[in-house]
C-alpha cells in the first residue's frame, strides 16, 4: 500500500524558496492502479520522483510517503536502493503515446 499525506516539494533556489506541490495526499491499495493527469508543469512528474526519492539536492520534501508500513521520506538512501526499482518503480512518460490536449482525458480512455 502507499499512502501519500501532506506532500509538499519545494526546490532552494537563488531567488529564495519555490513551493512545487503544496498539501497533496492520497492513497493506492494493493492491485489498484492510481493515474495522475495535469497540464504541463502541474507537478505530475515531481509528485512521482519524490515518491521514489529521485528529486535533485536542491529539492525539500516534507510530509510522510507510507509504502507497506515504511515512511519512504526518513529511509537512508541505502534502504531506499533496496526498495527502488524492486518493490516500486516509476514509468515515465512517453512523449509519443501522451494524451491528446484537444480531446478530454475521458474520451481518450475509452
Request: hydrophobic share 45%; net charge positive; charged share 20%.
Given at each position: 500500500m502507499l499512502e501519500v499525506k501532506?506532500?509538499?516539494?519545494s526546490f532552494k533556489t537563488s531567488k529564495g524558496v519555490?513551493?512545487?506541490i503544496d498539501d497533496i495526499s492520497f492513497n493506492v491499495d494493493k492491485g489498484e492502479t492510481l493515474g495522475i493527469v495535469g497540464?504541463?508543469?502541474?507537478?505530475k512528474t515531481i509528485t512521482s520522483l519524490s515518491i521514489?526519492?529521485?528529486?535533485p539536492n536542491n529539492a525539500i520534501s516534507t510530509g510522510k510517503i507510507f509504502f507497506n508500513?515504511?515512511?519512504?521520506?526518513?529511509l537512508p538512501e541505502d534502504k531506499m536502493d533496496e526498495i527502488r526499482?524492486?518493490?516500486?518503480?516509476?514509468?515515465f512518460q512517453e512523449p509519443m503515446t501522451a494524451f491528446?490536449?484537444?480531446y478530454t482525458i475521458g474520451d481518450q480512455f475509452s
Open positions: 501532506n506532500l509538499r516539494i519555490l513551493t512545487a497540464e504541463t508543469g502541474s507537478g521514489i526519492r529521485l528529486l508500513g515504511l515512511n519512504l521520506l526518513d526499482g524492486k518493490k516500486i518503480s516509476m514509468i491528446d490536449p484537444l
